[in-house]
């Protein structure tokens, strides 16, 4: 036998752990980016949202009926209840879809966020938008908001901003395109 040492492992009990800094957490499984301020959709558009589903839904569910109505089969009219309810349950969760709606400037790109269930957060560089555009549907128009779109060369990246008060859509819109001006002529 050779009178080498023995080396132990280290276990946990016997290493001491590094201090680990403090950072804070997001909830597990948010896409929350910490230290940004978000802006969020006006809660008009809650109003506005809802009434485009009432309307939809409506025609929707009336037409679900219609199999009933022309053949008078009771299973059929399945259909049309199933509408309703489905139309229903997305106009209850209305309210809480349009408070996850937001958006964020950032030094080089615009982030967006959406969805409850299906979370998506887009990062737009300033110097990759093409264009920005201000839309108003009816409904939208009469509460004074608007909806801000805005595109780059790739397609999947479009993104619209549902939910601004004209004035912020109108003001957001040109600083956007000024930034974006001031960053495609490094390119």
């Keep these: 036998m050779t009178d080498q040492p023995q080396v132990t492992p280290a276990t946990p009990e016997t290493t ?5 800094p403090e950072t804070p957490q997001s909830a597990p499984g948010s896409l929350e980016i910490e230290g940004t301020d978000w802006q969020r959709a006006s809660p008009k558009y809650i109003a506005v949202d809802i009434v485009g589903y009432v309307i939809f839904g409506g025609i929707m569910t009336v037409a679900g009926f219609i199999p ?9 009219a399945l259909l049309g ?3 309703g309810v489905l139309f229903l ?3 209850a969760l209305t309210p809480r879809r349009v408070r996850a709606i937001g958006y964020a400037l950032r030094e080089d790109d615009l ?3 959406r969805g409850i269930l299906f979370q998506r957060v887009v990062a737009v560089p300033y110097g990759r938008m093409q264009l920005v555009d201000i839309t108003r549907g009816p409904i939208a128009r009469a509460v004074g908001l608007a ?3 805005f595109v780059t060369a790739a397609a999947s990246t479009g993104v619209l901003i549902p939910g601004l008060p004209l004035a912020d859509a109108e003001r957001l819109r040109d600083h956007l ?6 960053r495609r002529a490094g390119l």
């Design 16 to 20: 001491p752990a590094a201090p680990q």
């Design 177 to 182: 395109v000024a930034v974006a001006e001031t």
């Design 68 to 76: 009933f109505w022309v053949s008078g089969w009771a299973p059929s």
């Design 147 to 149: 909806e801000l779109k």
């Design 81 to 83: 209840v199933a509408l």
């Design 89 to 91: 349950a997305v106009i």
């Design 111 to 113: 982030l967006f966020r």
